[in-house]
């Protein structure tokens, strides 16, 4: 009897002894899940803040770049140029300019090719290689305006489209530069609105696929009669091209093309209507 007593309570002490170890084991486990989640977690919170970090503007890129001096190098026609601006050294283009050297401080020197009356069929495919052979650090497109002049048709537009991106397409593979693409200009009332509308679209579907910056420059001029004319009054600067219109953008409306380009200087991603 006491034989069986004792080996009773040796198995009950071999139980409970089992029975610790298995709550310990499972405690143990638990233990580990917790810490795996907590690593988990604390991984993906890193991974989204690294991807937050690595969101960069234009002038962010700008400032990283090697070379002491930066080439700007605007294509486009007579707003590039500079008509009306009060003088050369008030156009946007040349704004801009100073407004990069601000935005980087760094030199920065001012190229392109302008020409007025031109397109992007007509002119900006032929000159996109000079633009090439400036090494520009950031270009400005700036076309459609003459484009639309004869109106939207489907071939006009898919003529635009064909340029356009050619042009985007040699700067993207020949050259490092930020590109901007600029939409066209016109008066409020305009007599080629509808069709400028148009070929606006067709700059954002290329700044969609290609991942670009947009400048919109509807948004000077089609709730806005000050920024174009008083016609009639001599530009020295411009002197070849007559007297100031009431078509092209006056000094106010150069300040302020300049004043959105500055904008996308400092702008995380890109511009999407």
Request: hydrophobic letters at 35%; proline letters at 2%.
């Amino acid at each position: 009897m006491k034989k069986r007593n004792i080996l009773t309570f040796f198995l009950l002490l071999l139980l409970l002894a089992s029975g610790a170890s298995f709550l310990s084991a499972c405690g143990n486990q638990r233990e580990k899940q917790s810490e795996t989640s907590v690593k988990k977690k604390t991984t993906n919170s890193s991974k989204k803040k690294k991807k937050v970090s690595n969101i960069t503007t234009v002038a962010d890129k700008l400032k990283k770049s090697s070379k002491k001096q930066l080439v700007y190098s605007p294509l486009g026609d007579s707003l590039s140029v500079g008509l009306f601006a009060d003088s050369k050294a008030s156009r946007f283009t040349t704004l801009f300019t100073d407004d990069i050297k601000k935005a980087t401080g760094k030199d920065v020197s001012e190229k392109g090719m302008s020409v007025v009356g031109k397109t992007a069929s007509n002119f900006g495919v032929y000159q996109v290689n000079n633009i090439v052979s400036q090494d520009p650090d950031i270009v400005t497109v700036e076309f459609g305006t003459n484009d639309a002049a004869g109106g939207a048709t489907a071939t006009a537009l898919n003529s635009y489209e064909t340029s356009m991106n050619q042009i985007v397409d040699t700067l993207q593979q020949k050259t490092h530069a930020q590109i901007i693409l600029m939409t066209s200009w016109s008066p409020k009332d305009g007599k080629n609105v509808e069709a400028d509308k148009q070929f606006d679209q067709v700059v954002y579907k290329i700044a969609k696929q290609k991942n670009l910056p947009v400048v919109d420059l509807s948004t000077i001029w089609e709730h806005n009669d000050n920024v174009t004319g008083p016609a009639g009054k001599t530009i020295s600067d411009f002197s070849d091209y007559l007297t100031r219109d009431n078509f092209h953008p006056n000094q106010l409306g150069h300040d302020k093309i300049a004043e959105l380009l500055n904008k996308q200087l400092t702008r995380e991603g890109t511009y999407e209507r």
